[in-house]
């Protein structure tokens, strides 16, 4: 048990370190990569830049091996450095020089502003801040457009030699591409290790109870698909019987409606015929009874005519027999 628990620990260790040289591989070509690309040859990454010290000529302010973080600088700024003073130590410049016609980077102070007989700017003094090997300022001015970083003021010591190595097709071999191989081949043999330890977990033997079990449920089911497959054919053929059906009903209720239309048209025609008769008969009647009306009628205007005239004669004769009376 104690073995076992020291084994996970171990792995668990190894892991992590294997992991953490994975992302230190992976900032390491971040850094190879940024260096090709830059200008100046120099790795930087968001306006800070990675600086080997090639000498001791800084000693003791860095000494020769250790990397220093600058910073890039725009124009202006390389235009706004400042040197040495009383009250001021004097910015820290890097800047490309040549060196038995091999180029290099040097990182010295800033002792003296350099202008022109115009007042313009034309670069910077700089001198080491090593009192034995650099006694005297350097000889060559710094233009300013040739500045490459101002240090920040932060340094590692020692770095800067494997730094340089790694960035050497050699080191950047032996230390980066083929410790990665090894590492991406050990985790693909994990893999497919884990992958069939799964596997054989995985794997369970049936017994021959097992299978006859399992031949049985199938069977079953077999049985039971069958048997609903042919309910839902009986179901189908019930529902074709039940449309038929209903199609028989509409045609007898059609059927029956054109007869009930013919009879009540049959009654309709009845019924208009005798009404037409009961129409005539009173018709008839009321006609002979307006006939013997109106003869009444004339009987009496003759009558009248009759009696009118008796009164013109009766009237007549008064007026003669009072004319009569008045003559006599």
Not at 210 to 239: G, H
Not at 263 to 281: F, H, L, P, R, Y
Request: glycine letters at 8%; one cysteine or more; a negative charge.
């Amino acid at each position: 048990m104690k073995n076992e628990k020291t084994r996970k620990t171990i792995k668990i260790i190894l892991n992590v370190l294997l992991w953490a040289f994975v992302l230190f591989a992976v900032v390491i070509t971040v850094l190879v990569f940024a260096a090709q690309n830059d200008e100046n040859g120099v790795p930087s990454i968001g306006g800070k830049c990675i600086i080997t010290i090639q000498s001791d000529s800084m000693k003791p302010t860095f000494e020769q091996g250790d990397m220093i973080i600058g910073q890039k600088l725009t124009d202006d700024e390389k235009q706004s450095l400042k040197p040495k003073s009383d009250d001021y130590e004097g910015d820290i410049i890097t800047f490309p020089i040549e060196i038995q016609g091999v180029p290099t980077f040097n990182t010295h102070r800033i002792i003296e502003v350099v202008k022109d007989e115009n007042g313009n700017l034309t670069g910077y003094r700089t001198k080491g801040d090593n009192s034995e090997t650099n006694v005297v300022a350097d000889t060559d001015i710094v233009r300013w457009e040739r500045i490459v970083s101002k240090y920040t003021g932060t340094k590692m010591a020692g770095l800067g030699r494997f730094l340089d190595f790694l960035k050497s097709s050699t080191g950047f071999l032996v230390v980066i591409v083929i410790p990665l191989i090894l590492f991406f081949v050990y985790e693909l043999i994990r893999f497919i290790f884990a992958i069939k330890t799964v596997k054989g977990k995985g794997v369970k033997q049936i017994s021959a109870e097992d299978e006859e079990e399992i031949k049985r449920k199938a069977i079953e089911e077999f049985i039971k698909q069958q048997e609903a497959e042919k309910a839902a054919k009986e179901a189908e053929k019930t529902a074709e019987e039940v449309k038929e059906s209903v199609e028989d009903v509409k045609e007898a209720v059609g059927e029956a409606k054109e007869t009930a239309e013919g009879d009540i048209n049959s009654i309709k025609a009845v019924v208009s015929g005798e009404a037409e008769a009961v129409a005539e008969e009173i018709g008839g009647e009321a006609t002979e009874a307006l006939d013997k009306a109106e003869e009444t009628a004339e009987g009496v205007t003759e009558k009248l005519d009759a009696a009118e005239e008796t009164v013109e004669a009766v009237t007549e004769k008064l007026e003669e027999a009072a004319e009569e009376k008045t003559e006599g």
